[in-house]
């Protein structure tokens, strides 16, 4: 049975070198299962000894024993070894726990869009020398209607489905025009204010209306302010927003009750020539209502019509984040989903 002598001892070396190859703790395991679990090659070869003759036995039995005890042991041995030093590795890493260390390819934060266009148009704003202001999302009806020339029962009210607290007289503000009341109080004349902010109604839901959305109120009042003022900002304001040298802006006339004249400034579809879904095939896209303040708007804060004139605007930032950004749908600016943000 010389053979069985040389089985056992290409054994040892296969284990040898197989232990030897280990790096975890884990992959002892395998070994262990490889060599001797249920169909190990040792476990095999010591099926061998039934087929052993009595004096066979005596001889080659306990060489067998032996050697499947002793890589029993060699591997035991391995498997501890490996686990203590993984053990110890780990302590070391939560005793070494560095809370600055920079992980490559880890998620990075996104910037909101909205805090990516307002950054733009304030920066806009601000070089052509406007202030720029915030104001409370929480209003009275004084500084949301009544200030801007919509008394009480007027029926302009209705163009807004407000959200009334249970305070008497509070509401989440219908839209960011309040700040020209709170600004024309207290700063003095001239003045050139833009304020971008949220604005709440209580509507239906859908891809282009949400009950919170952003705004950016912009008003300029001083001597001899005009509507040619509040065009030439219009287009210098969106052509620098959406790049584009050669936009041109219409005019035609709208309502607000704060503004008189009133007026709807719409620009050039910025992506196409021809009509396209989002100028709705027209060519043109409304999205800069403004006009003159209105004479009751200047008196409600102090302020002689007969002396001072201004222009004001109030456009939907968030329809021109959609616009600038090619967003399809206003939920998504709310939707927390990262595959959303990431573009940002
Ligand atoms: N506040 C108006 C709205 O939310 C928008 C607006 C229109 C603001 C004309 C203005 C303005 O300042 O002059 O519908």
Redesign the pocket.
């Given at each position: 049975m010389q053979g069985l002598k040389e089985q056992i001892e290409a054994l040892k070396k296969q284990l040898n070198e197989a232990l030897k190859a280990v790096s975890s703790s884990r992959e002892t395991n395998a070994i262990h299962v490889n060599f001797l679990g249920k169909k190990g090659s040792i476990t095999k070869l010591l099926g061998e000894i039934k087929k052993l003759s009595i004096e066979e036995k005596r001889t080659f039995g306990p060489l067998l024993n032996k050697f499947k005890k002793e890589s029993e042991e060699f591997i035991q041995k391995k498997y501890d070894d490996l686990f203590n030093q993984e053990i110890k590795h780990q302590n070391l890493k939560k005793e070494n726990f560095d809370v600055t260390a920079y992980k490559t390819g880890a998620i990075k934060g996104h910037v909101h869009p909205y805090t990516k266009i307002i950054e733009e148009i304030e920066n806009i704003f601000l070089s052509m020398g406007y202030e720029i202001l915030d104001g409370p999302e929480v209003e009275t009806d004084y500084y949301n209607f009544t200030a801007?020339n919509v008394p009480e029962n007027h029926p302009a009210r209705d163009?807004?489905d407000t959200f009334w607290t249970n305070l008497p007289n509070t509401l989440l503000r219908?839209?960011?025009?309040p700040i020209?009341i709170h600004a024309m109080e207290n700063k003095k004349l001239p003045v050139a204010v833009a304020a971008t902010g949220r604005?709440f109604r209580h509507e239906a839901t859908d891809a282009s209306h949400d009950i919170m959305f952003m705004?950016c109120?912009?008003?300029l009042v001083g001597e001899n302010i005009s509507l040619a003022n509040l065009f030439a900002t219009a287009k210098k304001f969106l052509r620098a927003l959406l790049n584009r040298d050669d936009l041109n802006i219409r005019i035609r006339p709208?309502f607000?009750p704060?503004?008189e004249p009133?007026v709807e400034i719409d620009m050039e579809c910025p992506f196409c020539k021809k009509g396209c879904s989002v100028c709705k095939k027209t060519k043109w896209i409304e999205i800069f209502?403004?006009?003159l303040?209105h004479p009751n708007v200047l008196k409600a804060c102090k302020i002689d019509p007969e002396k001072y004139s201004g222009?004001?605007?109030?456009?939907?930032l968030t329809r021109l984040a959609m616009i600038k950004y090619g967003i399809n749908n206003i939920r998504l600016f709310h939707s927390g989903k990262m595959k959303f943000l990431e573009q940002f």
């Open positions: 801007l163009m807004y219908t839209h960011t025009s020209q604005g705004q109120e912009g008003f709208g607000f704060f503004v009133g209502p403004g006009g303040i222009f004001a605007f109030g456009f939907g």
